[in-house]
């Protein structure tokens, strides 16, 4: 059986239980899950925000779309980058596919299963680690990622274990998991983070622009990282970032959104080829978006 697949149910999935019909139920979702060839499916996505504003008497209601009709299709196995200009959609589509918002049109579906209607179950498949990612700050590393690693059933002694084991990987001294983490760098919280994420070994990642706030060691680190966790436990990994080096190295596919739209989904190779005029993935994104990325990193 998958390994990755195979801890994250009997972990994630089982969470204790020993009655015999929710075992019966682990057996049968690990069989759907193992059956999927596509770990993400996205049909006809939209996504819109109001905003309400009072102007005396009156009441002031505007609209913004901010993902418009999306539709993506993700195999296993596969790392599909997903850039964009500031305020283009990225994390509001990765916040829908964690299930942390809901769609007003269109599904989602995590290895077969619709993220509304089996939202319990596909949580416990991806994990999400965001620039935004909320700790108790009064608690060192180590306590964090024990009631993490708690929440999915992994044993303290055992998430311990594999705790110290990502974070050294990461680059991260083990003097910094009995630290508070307020008095932790930001980058220091973003490989506790991702971390926490990796602790369950999830089948589908969310990265949301994780090497944010990382200097370029760290950042290389995580990257390397990445590539190990997809190679050894067949993970799927979306990840949006600012970096186009790093797109260009992690990334099997780009899809690039503007909008709330994607205006061109294919392989960093295709995307220099047809749209960079051969000088780089940064000329695709200008001609695709009529945006100079680098000013888009400036403004964050």
């Given amino acids: ?22 075992v019966a139920g682990r057996v049968t979702l690990e069989t759907d899950v193992l059956n999927q060839a596509l770990a993400l499916e996205c049909h006809h996505i939209w996504k819109v925000f109001s905003n309400t504003n009072h102007h005396g008497w009156h009441r002031i209601v505007t609209k913004t779309e901010a993902i418009c009709g999306i539709d993506l299709q993700v195999p296993r196995h596969q790392i599909l980058g997903i850039l964009g200009p ?4 990225k994390s509001t589509l990765i916040r829908m596919m964690a ?10 579906s995590v290895f077969g299963m619709d993220v509304l209607r089996h939202r319990m ?19 060192t590393a180590r306590e964090n990622l024990a009631y993490a690693a708690g929440l999915y059933g992994v044993p303290n002694l055992r998430a311990q274990q594999e705790a110290t084991r990502i974070l ?66 067949d993970a799927t990994i979306l990840i949006s970032t600012h970096d186009m080096q790093e797109a260009e190295r992690l990334c099997d596919r780009i899809a690039i959104i503007d909008q709330g739209r994607f205006v061109a989904n294919d392989s960093p190779t295709e995307l220099i080829r047809q749209w960079g005029e051969n000088r780089g993935l940064e000329q695709a994104f200008f001609r695709l978006t009529g945006r100079d990325f680098a000013n888009e990193e400036e403004s964050l």
């Fill in 86 to 89: 500031n305020g283009s959609g």
């Fill in 1 to 22: 059986m998958h390994r990755s697949l195979q801890r994250e149910i009997h972990l994630g999935i089982a969470l204790g239980d020993s009655n015999s019909n929710k």
């Fill in 121 to 139: 179950e596909v949580r416990r498949l991806i994990n999400r680690v965001s620039v935004e990612a909320s700790f108790f700050k009064k608690l």
């Fill in 168 to 233: 050294e990987r990461l680059g991260m001294p083990k003097a910094k998991l009995v630290i508070p983490l307020e008095n932790l760098s930001r980058g220091q919280q973003q490989k506790i983070a991702i971390a926490r994420a990796l602790l369950t070994s999830p089948t589908l990642m969310l990265l949301d622009e994780p090497t944010t706030g990382l200097d370029p060691t760290s950042r290389r680190e995580v990257q390397d990282f990445v590539l190990q966790v997809r190679a050894e436990h």
């Fill in 99 to 108: 299930t942390l918002l809901i769609p007003d049109q269109g599904t989602i």
